[in-house]
């Protein structure tokens, strides 16, 4: 015998052995497979899935990793960090220790100074819905919606400071040049419509938010896929000709010009900048026609406009109450992503945004008559619409406040430590909540939720495996929720 064989191989030489090792490989082969045909099989595949991204249509429909529960989302992102404690965290204790000191917080320093004592909100919290949810009476309407909300009440930031509370919420880095979460759901899916932007951010009407473009930056990602921002009052600007140029030259100029560039690319075989160049132009082109028609509410009933608020007498109500109905029309007209701001920075601390560090309730009772009904307006649409069964509504903030009042104010502090976001829509229970902060609201305690397990679940909830969608850059396989994030399964229905 060859002393040159291992044992294992020396087996190999006995017959016997020979049937018997064969016979256990091929059972083992078998029952991988029935295992894999019924879903039944673990796997550790996280090798990168890039979508294959054609140059002369890159916003082309894709298809997802697996089945989708949305086919589309709207996030509405309210600026300046709203707090969860006046809204959607009900706290008894600190309803029964307000004006005592929180325990274990003496001279607590967060991040504008010393904290005072616990301070119970100024709103009084009350039932809603079938299943008697306490929300606070700063938003009764969306309160009222409690029995289609999934709630997330121990989510937590990595910052403290509004700019990279932002970029992390939108982007998941605290740091700017990242793409967004829109940029990276229609890099992968594309869009259902091609006459408009697939990824539509709808800035405040007293503004913007405080990193501004950033929160709809494709950083990285090819720029197709960067957020095209306009509201029902600054509607995209130049799409209409000169009145020079009348609609026949104009068509016959768009139609010359075409002709041009395909002849130049039956030249140029193979020039994906060339063809990249010319989709955005032809997409520019066709919004001319179908940006100006979803964007024109005047064809809207007047039950509809009265839903949303669109007639207050409130200028700034009336305005964002018109974006939530853009939004609406946008995404029922195919548009893979929107993301609604309410709150702006222009404006000074608390004033435009929800930064209610010095006299909350006077800012609050502002903002809150501002969100409220359009909000609520724009989910009960979607739902009388049917379009509730295949789009995802998000509601967040960039963290949340402290339970006490700042020393010397009336008002909250910055705290990421713990705070409140919400779910509808699809793919998501309803109603139900998640996750717990303490008896004060000051941090999350139970099931505590990261934003990049928000994102990892928004991305699932939209047929796409977080740790396989990716990007190569600088040497990086990136992607959304960088080495973090698992898909909260408990919220999904």
């Not at 090792?21 to 899935?49: K, Y």
């Not at 560090?357 to 359009?374: A, E, M, N, S, V």
Request: with cysteine; aromatic share 8%.
């Amino acid at each position: 015998m060859n002393p040159t064989l291992s044992p294992s191989g020396r087996q190999l030489l006995d017959r016997r052995a020979f049937l018997r090792h064969a016979g256990m490989g091929l059972g083992g082969i078998a029952l991988a497979t029935l295992l894999s045909e019924q879903g039944l099989l673990a796997t550790e595949d996280r090798s990168p899935i890039r979508p294959r991204i054609r140059p002369e249509s890159p916003l082309a429909p894709r298809a997802p990793h697996f089945r989708p529960r949305a086919k589309r989302v709207v996030m509405i992102f309210c600026s300046g960090a709203c707090s969860q404690l006046d809204t959607w965290d009900y706290k008894p204790e600190l309803i029964k220790r307000h004006g005592e000191p929180m325990p274990g917080s003496d001279k607590l320093i967060t991040f504008q100074g010393e904290q005072g004592n616990l301070t119970k909100s100024p709103y009084a919290f009350r039932p809603r819905g079938q299943i008697g949810k306490m929300t606070s009476d700063l938003l009764p309407q969306l309160g009222s919606l409690a029995d289609d909300l999934c709630f997330i009440h121990s989510m937590t930031a990595k910052s403290n400071t509004h700019g990279p509370g932002e970029n992390q919420m939108s982007t998941g880095y605290t740091l700017e040049g990242f793409p967004s979460m829109g940029a990276w759901a229609t890099y992968a899916l594309g869009s259902e419509s091609q006459n408009l932007p697939a990824f539509v951010a709808i800035p405040d009407p007293r503004g913007g938010p405080q990193t501004g473009p950033n929160n709809w930056s494709s950083g990285f990602l090819p720029a197709v896929f960067q957020g095209t921002p306009f509201n029902a009052e600054k509607r995209i600007p130049n799409l209409s000709p000169p009145p020079s140029i009348g609609t026949n030259a104009d068509r016959a100029t768009r139609d010359f010009l075409k002709f041009l560039n395909d002849e130049h690319l039956r030249q140029h075989p193979g020039d994906d900048e060339l063809m990249a160049r010319v989709a955005s132009y032809e997409l520019a082109a066709r919004m001319q026609l179908a940006a100006a028609e979803a964007g024109d509410l005047t064809g809207e009933s007047p039950a509809t406009r009265a839903l949303y608020g669109v007639d207050d007498p409130d200028k700034t109500k009336s305005g964002f109450a018109k974006n939530c109905l853009l939004a609406r029309r946008l995404l029922e007209r195919g548009v893979r992503f929107v993301q609604l701001f309410n709150g702006a920075y222009a404006m000074g601390e608390g004033v435009g945004n929800w930064d209610g560090h010095k006299t909350l309730q006077k800012q609050y009772d502002i903002h809150g008559h501002i969100l409220d009904q359009p909000a609520a307006a724009l989910l009960r649409d979607l739902k009388s619409r049917g379009l509730l069964d295949d789009t995802l509504v998000v509601w967040t903030t960039e963290f949340g406040r402290m339970p006490t009042f700042q020393k010397g104010a009336s008002g909250r502090d910055h705290n990421p430590k713990g705070f409140t976001v919400w779910m509808a829509g699809a793919g998501v229970k309803a109603p139900f909540s998640y996750g717990a902060t303490d008896e004060f609201g000051y941090t999350a305690v139970e099931n505590i939720a990261t934003v990049y397990d928000f994102h990892a679940t928004i991305l699932h909830l939209l047929g796409l495996n977080h740790q396989r969608l990716t990007f190569y850059h600088n040497g990086i396989e990136r992607r959304l929720t960088d080495v973090h994030g698992d898909v909260l399964t408990s919220v999904l229905s």
